[in-house]
């Protein structure tokens, strides 16, 4: 097995932190929480499509999760095989960017267009997710792996940091729409090639020299095993289920507070810096904090940040409050990145962290549905703000449950039964 020296690791943090710049840059150009609801709002699209964005981004991921956690359990070069399988991320934004910067399509309908290559971008995202997961597990040692996380993610804002500039600035122009974003669309394309690229250039550890074949049998009986045994992990999902109503929150955040405030669509570039901003800064400090009191303790500080977020959203009386909401939204993000990574990390000990990183996100995308169309239904009958309180109610009730109910699981190791 190839160990990693101290200069083998500045040398791969060096260039994760590339590697996120570049993805947070780009990424800038596509937000969840503000670019993609207010790109759909201008184009037509329905309120229950608008809703749906950010939930159904999680859905779509989570789909071939499981199929890539299949096809990747005997991998032997990461490095090729988490390069090969960024490609498929590229194509879906590169004819989005194509289609809305010199096509121009018009009408009631064109909405669709754009969703067909978001629901295929997304589904390229989830085929990766499992692959980068056992990646980074080859490029930082475990002890320290919040910190080098913590530090990579914190690019991903700085990149970002200069991507919502660049947003407010193109959206400002004299660019038409939906040109404009469309021009945005191939932005983000050609940056996140550039950090695919870097992929290259990483010293990865060999952990799967002696590592013995595994077949379809054996990792269904693996999953299996997970599933009835480790009960920790169990408690894990159940309260991860109720944190799910930040995802109809989230699509809602702009377009609600437009509503009531009446800012330009160009504002989306300032509250993705401002979200950047407390991105990096909670994704350096969990990543810090998790590896000294725990990952559970991070994450769930992180999962404060969207209650957080929802209670500004609740009380916003000007844009002072809608400024913070994304930066409690960032943080949330933010401290969420390394922590969550990092939980896998320490179920899975030494066993496949892409059966785990799996199973988490699988589990949870039938619940996320449920959330996405629930909030879809209510929202005519209660009201848009009434949704919000409803979705803090769900998330306190996950934070508590994640806070006295799931142990530490560094310190609490589970001994899978054969």
């Known amino acids: 097995m190839v160990e990693l020296t101290k200069k083998n690791l500045s040398h791969n943090l ?18 969840t929480y503000a670019i993609i609801p207010l790109f759909l709002k201008k184009l037509g699209a329905p309120d229950s499509v608008i809703i749906s964005v950010a939930g159904l981004f999680s859905i779509l991921i989570a789909f071939p999760m499981f199929f890539s956690a299949i096809l990747s359990r005997n991998i032997r070069n990461i490095k090729k095989a988490v390069f090969i399988s ?23 309908n064109a909405w669709m267009y754009y969703y067909a290559c978001f629901i295929l971008y997304c589904l390229s995202l989830g085929f990766i997710i499992p692959i980068w997961a056992d990646f980074l597990s080859h490029i930082f040692p475990r002890k320290s792996r919040g ?27 004299s660019v038409p729409f939906p040109n404009n974003f469309g021009w945005g669309f191939i932005i983000m394309g050609v940056s996140m090639g550039l950090g695919v690229f870097i992929y290259l250039f990483y010293n990865v550890e060999n952990k799967l020299e002696n590592t013995p074949h595994k077949t379809i049998a054996d990792f269904w009986h693996d ?81 404060s940040g969207y209650l957080l977020a929802i209670m500004f959203t609740i009380f916003a009386t000007s844009m002072t409050h809608v400024y913070a909401i994304f930066l409690a939204l960032g943080l949330g993000h933010g401290g969420f990145m390394p922590s969550a990574m990092n939980m896998v990390y320490e179920f899975a000990e030494s066993r496949d962290s892409k059966t785990y990183m799996a199973l988490i996100d699988t589990f949870l995308a039938p619940f996320v549905l449920l959330m996405i ?32 109910w799931v142990k530490e699981p560094r310190l609490h190791p589970h001994k899978m039964i054969s």
């Open 14 to 31: 060096y260039l994760n932190c590339f590697h996120e710049f570049s993805w947070g840059f780009g990424l800038a150009f596509h937000t």
């Open 86 to 108: 960024h490609l498929f991320a590229l194509p879906p934004m590169f004819f989005a960017g194509f289609l809305f910067a010199f096509l121009t399509p018009t009408g009631p």
């Open 147 to 173: 910190h080098y996380l913590g530090i990579s993610f914190a690019f991903n804002s700085v990149g970002g940091f200069f991507g919502g500039i660049i947003v407010k600035i193109l959206l400002n122009s």
């Open 223 to 303: 999953t299996k095993m997970i599933i009835k045994t480790h009960e920790n992990f169990k408690r894990y999902l159940l309260s991860r289920i109720f944190i799910t109503a930040h995802f109809p929150a989230m699509s809602l955040y702009a377009v609600y507070t437009q509503e009531l405030f009446g800012f330009k669509v160009s504002s989306a570039g300032i509250f993705i810096v401002l979200q950047v901003i407390a991105f990096g800064l909670g994704s350096i400090l969990s990543g810090k904090f998790g590896d000294r009191w725990g990952h559970k303790t991070a994450i769930t500080i992180s999962f």
């Open 373 to 404: 169309v629930s909030a879809s239904l209510l929202n005519p009958i209660i009201g848009t703000r009434n949704l919000f309180i409803l979705s803090g109610i769900l998330i306190a009730i996950g934070l508590l449950l994640l806070t006295f």
